[in-house]
């Protein structure tokens, strides 16, 4: 089975200096490889910062996962392309 991103710990640091609405909490999660990690997160509440940690660890996920399709593509075009002209000759 496969190993999620959990989160351990989440605690409040500080009220945003620069938004009122918004606080800082530090969250604390384990990774994929058993590793604890701490990051920032802002947000109006507790869930929206875990929200937000998240996503942003999906964004890494599909970027990763894009450049595996785009080189899957790229091969392919190049194979129909030589398959084309090599048809012509």
Known sequence: MKTKNRAIDCRWVRNSSSSPDYHKY????LNTKGKEVVVPAY?????????????????DKRA???GVIMVFSIITFITVVALLISELL
């Open 26 to 29: 530090m969250v604390t999660y």
């Open 64 to 66: 990763s996962r894009l």
């Open 43 to 59: 947000g109006k509440d507790m869930q929206e910062a875990l929200k937000r940690v998240d996503n942003s660890l999906n964004k």
